[in-house]
């Protein structure tokens, strides 16, 4: 079964080994990496793992503001995605962590019975506390997270899509796939949730002219999750701030973003099944001739940029502010202070 993933990156270096070699452990058999204007040797990382065969590398061909969507117009034509049997579309903070079987894509595939798409709703995973970056697997430091049903005070979540060869697509989303226009009611795919269940109609037939992408996360997670570690440590927040949104210009990320992702409510280790096996397999990956030493250059890049920042007060006081937010997000805030109530 030929499985492609397909991201985009800008300055993600440090992270890169970790989920090329999740994705190995899991069934992913190709990588399409799209990046962008990157300083940290993200770019030179990738060029030579490319050259061992373990991904393909291309710059962002975007024109545009929308990067993501412009990189994915173009891999719906490149040869790795067209003769895939799936597709997977994610970022490289997101790892899919399957329940089923012996934990891989084809077992989450074959238990929702052979789908034409899989939708796996989001966990997002909080920092709790952590301050520094640290040269170790993202999975393996960080697993509390919010209530798996609720998110910021919202029961709909939203997802992210494995897609089949044989979807009747029009264009892939970022989140999910979108019908061709012109499909019957018979005609239109076979899709479910990470419990096998048929996702909701209205989200299949994008009834919603914000291009739906999430609905309820009840009962949908039980034989996938989507980790999505979009805090980290806090060092490395702030360098995410300063590198902006790989996937949109002009979008940066607040206190709001960090405190709706910060809720420590709720422990889930179930990715640490893979642990021993994705050091294995991050350290086979360094074997290979330049990989470790580039690396290496991406983790200083990375911490030389936080310590750059930190010399702007600006910078010291927001990340400070970070450090000190309450792990609640701003509406829940909102709600208790309404109520009357206490967030003791």
């Given at each position: ?25 899991i ?36 024109r ?16 790795i ?5 799936w597709?997977?579309?994610a ?14 894509i ?31 697997p ?80 009840a ?17 490395s ?29 709720w ?78």
């Amino acid at each position: 079964m030929r499985i492609t993933a397909v991201t985009c990156v800008k300055n993600e270096g440090p992270f890169l080994l970790e989920w090329i070699a999740y994705n190995r452990l899991i069934g992913v058999t190709g990588h399409l990496f799209y990046s962008n204007d990157c300083t940290d040797g993200t770019d030179d990382l990738l060029d030579a793992l490319a050259r061992h065969g373990i991904v393909q590398h291309l710059p962002n061909p975007a024109r545009g503001r929308n990067l993501q969507m412009e990189a994915l117009a173009d891999a719906a034509r490149h040869p790795i995605v067209r003769e895939a049997d799936w597709v997977w579309i994610a970022d490289v903070d997101e790892f899919l962590n399957i329940h089923a079987g012996d934990h891989t894509i084809p077992a989450l595939i074959g238990a929702c019975d052979a789908p034409q798409a899989i939708s796996v709703t989001f966990q997002f995973f909080a920092n709790a506390g952590a301050e520094q970056y640290v040269d170790k697997p993202v999975t393996e430091q960080f697993v509390w997270t919010h209530n798996p049903d609720i998110w910021c005070g919202e029961t709909a979540i939203e997802v992210k899509t494995l897609v089949r060869r044989d979807f009747p697509l029009h264009y892939y989303g970022a989140h999910r796939p979108f019908l061709a226009s012109d499909l019957s009611e018979a005609q239109r795919p076979v899709w479910t949730d990470g419990s096998g269940r048929p996702v909701p109609h209205r989200f299949l037939v994008a009834a919603n002219a914000r291009r739906i992408r999430r609905y309820p996360a009840a009962g949908a997670r039980k034989h996938a999750t989507l980790n999505h570690y979009a805090l980290r440590s806090l060092d490395s927040f702030m360098v995410k701030i300063d590198r902006g949104d790989v996937n949109r210009e002009h979008r940066s990320f607040d206190d709001t973003y960090w405190r709706e992702r910060n809720d420590q409510s709720w422990q889930d280790q179930s990715i640490l099944r893979h642990a021993p096996a994705l050091r294995s397999e991050i350290k086979h990956l360094k074997t290979l001739s330049e990989i470790s030493s580039l690396h290496d250059i991406c983790v200083q890049q990375h911490r030389n940029r936080h310590d750059h920042l930190m010399k702007d007060p600006g910078l010291r006081a927001a990340r400070a502010q970070l450090r000190d937010a309450p792990t609640i997000s701003p509406a829940e805030a909102e709600l208790i202070q309404t109520l009357g109530l206490s967030t003791g």
